[in-house]
């Protein structure tokens, strides 16, 4: 069973750092690109980051840049977004998907986790 798991959300104050996994089961994560995306209420899925099947490449929305980095460790499967001086505004699920390139683009993805809620809050 194809799967992706998504956790280490929770609540954080401004200013706060998180990091979530991305645990693929079912498939070789090496295979494909990981894409981070969130979505608050409200509003669209928005494209966060995305590293390369390889890690060779890497990208960030212009939100987070400076303040999120993206790694993935292909031997344990699983993809990471570092995420530091949080912000109230980054507050959303979050969501990890693969593809076999990067994208911004939610569409194109082939599979996704269930997402895990991060709330930045004082």
């Known amino acids: 069973q194809v799967q992706l798991v998504e956790s280490g959300g929770g609540l954080v104050q401004p200013g706060g750092s998180l990091r979530l996994p991305c645990a693929a089961s079912?498939?070789?994560?090496?295979?494909?690109?990981i894409g981070w995306f969130r979505q608050a209420p409200g509003k669209e899925r928005e494209g966060v980051s995305c590293i390369s099947s390889s890690a060779g490449s890497t990208y960030y929305a212009d939100s987070v840049k400076g303040r999120f980095t993206i790694s993935r460790d292909n031997a344990k499967n699983t993809a990471y977004l570092q995420m530091n001086s949080l912000k109230p505004e980054d507050t959303a699920v979050y969501y990890c998907?693969?593809?076999?390139?990067?994208?911004?683009?939610?569409?194109?993805?082939?599979?996704w986790g269930q997402g895990t809620q991060v709330t930045v809050s004082s």
């Open positions: 079912g498939f070789t994560l090496d295979d494909y690109a």
């Open positions: 998907a693969a593809h076999d390139g990067c994208s911004y683009y939610p569409r194109e993805y082939d599979y």
